[in-house]
T-cell receptor, first 112, second 115 residues
Framework: GDSVTQMEGPVTLSEEAFLTINCTYT??????LFWYVQYPGEGLQLLLK?????DKGSNKGFEATYRKETTSFHLEKGSVQVSDSAVYFC???????????FGKGITLSVRP | GAGVSQSPSNKVTEKGKDVELRCDPI?????LYWYRQSLGQGLEFLIY????????KSGLPSDRFSAERTGGSVSTLTIQRTQQEDSAVYLC?????????????FGEGSWLTVV
C-alpha cells in the first residue's frame, strides 16, 4: 500500500537558518504530493503541492521538488523565521478517488 | 461559510456515552474525509465519501465508529460507547471531484475528550 516516511523530529533551528525536511514515499500508482502545515492552535492547511515528476511546488519561501527517481519530496526553505514554527506533514494521493496518506509529521521550532 | 465547518469544536464526554461529530463541507465539494489526530499518532484516516459511491470505510478502527453523509453534503461521525483511547482531534476535510492533485481542505477539528 501507499506510505510516506518523514525524517524524525523535532527540529530546532535558529532564525535565518536553512531548512530541509526529508520526505520519501511508496505508492502503487503515480501520486500527487503535498506538504501540509499546522501552526500552533490552528487547523491543517496546504503549504504546497506537485502533481507530476520534476514539478516544483512553492509557497511562503518554501519549495519542494517531485523526484520520481528517488521517490522523494523534500521540503526546503533558505531562511526560516520564528513564524515558521509549526508541524509539517508530507502526504500523497494516488488518483482522484482516494484519500490522502500522511507521514507522521515533524515539529519545527525556530528560535530568535 | 467559505471553509469546512465542524461542530462541536470541543466535546467532553463520559466513558461509555455515544457522541456525534458534525461536518459541513465546502459547497460543491463532493469528496469528504474524516481523519483522527492523536498525540504521538499523527493523522489517521477513518472514512472517505465520494459522491454517490460506496464510502471507503477501511480506516474505521472498530465497529463502534460509523459515519454517514446525508444528501451528499453534511456528514456525521458517530462514536458509540466511547473509550478513553478515543480522545483525539477529529478532522473533517473536503475536496472537489476530478484529479488526485485537487487540494483537500481541512476543518478546524473537533477535540474529543473521554473521561
Amino acid at each position: 500500500g501507499d506510505s510516506v516516511t518523514q525524517m524524525e523530529g523535532p527540529v530546532t533551528l535558529s532564525e535565518e537558518a536553512f531548512l530541509t525536511i526529508n520526505c520519501t514515499y511508496t505508492a502503487t500508482g503515480y501520486p500527487s504530493l503535498f506538504w501540509y502545515v499546522q501552526y500552533p492552535g490552528e487547523g491543517l492547511q496546504l503549504l504546497l503541492k506537485a502533481t507530476k515528476a520534476d514539478d516544483k511546488g512553492s509557497n511562503k519561501g518554501f519549495e519542494a521538488t517531485y523526484r520520481k527517481e528517488t521517490t522523494s519530496f523534500h521540503l526546503e526553505k533558505g531562511s526560516v523565521q520564528v513564524s515558521d514554527s509549526a508541524v509539517y506533514f508530507c502526504a500523497l494521493r494516488t488518483g482522484a478517488n482516494s484519500k490522502l496518506t500522511f507521514g507522521k509529521g515533524i515539529t519545527l521550532s525556530v528560535r530568535p | 461559510g467559505a471553509g469546512v465547518s465542524q461542530s462541536p469544536s470541543n466535546k467532553v464526554t463520559e466513558k461509555g456515552k455515544d457522541v456525534e461529530l458534525r461536518c459541513d463541507p465546502i459547497s460543491g465539494h463532493t469528496a469528504l474525509y474524516w481523519y483522527r489526530q492523536s498525540l504521538g499518532q499523527g493523522l489517521e484516516f477513518l472514512i472517505y465519501f465520494q459522491g454517490n459511491s460506496a464510502p471507503d470505510k477501511s480506516g474505521l478502527p472498530s465497529d463502534r465508529f460509523s459515519a454517514e453523509r446525508t444528501g451528499g453534503s453534511v456528514s456525521t461521525l458517530t462514536i458509540q460507547r466511547t473509550q478513553q483511547e478515543d480522545s483525539a482531534v477529529y478532522l473533517c476535510a473536503s475536496s472537489l471531484p476530478g484529479t488526485g492533485g485537487n487540494t483537500i481542505y481541512f476543518g478546524e477539528g473537533s477535540w474529543l475528550t473521554v473521561v
